[in-house]
């Protein structure tokens, strides 16, 4: 039970970092599958850490989204670099075609979520509330395509 408490502390850091862009190296996307599998977490326990990675990404979006808003330092350097990936450019430009739900659907797409934060950001067009809404809903369907995938693992294999 200690080890599996240690994981969710692991499990929070790890989708705070990822949330607010830091942690996009981390390879979130296997850590969070095999946290399940690795302590064969049933399906009712499954529900609640679900819940608990989608508010750790979330913080770390929330404070991503506070960064930019606030930093004009961030705004100078940090940014200039970022508007030259493409991924970036690709993101922009779905964000000034779907706008509101920008952020839930790219939040699902796994290499790049939570980069939509950044134009929503930029565009200040969001409040707070909606962004952690669109945040969370993402986040949460994110997780829980991933939990269901360990789930219909464990049943079919």
Known sequence: MPLLIVGLVFISVIFILE???IGKFLPTTAIFPA???MFDISI???IPIVIFASISATIG???AFK?????SNYKNK???K???????????HYFKKISPNTLLVTNIIPGIRGLCILPIAKNKSYTKKEI???SFAGNLSYFAILANIVILSKILF
């Open 19 to 21: 949330g607010a862009i």
């Open 35 to 37: 946290y399940l599998l």
């Open 44 to 46: 009712s326990h499954t």
């Open 61 to 63: 979006q929330v404070l």
């Open 67 to 71: 960064t930019v808003t606030k930093s």
């Open 78 to 80: 940090f940014q200039k």
């Open 82 to 92: 970022i508007q030259k990936s493409k991924i970036y450019t690709t993101v922009t």
């Open 132 to 134: 952690i809404i669109a």
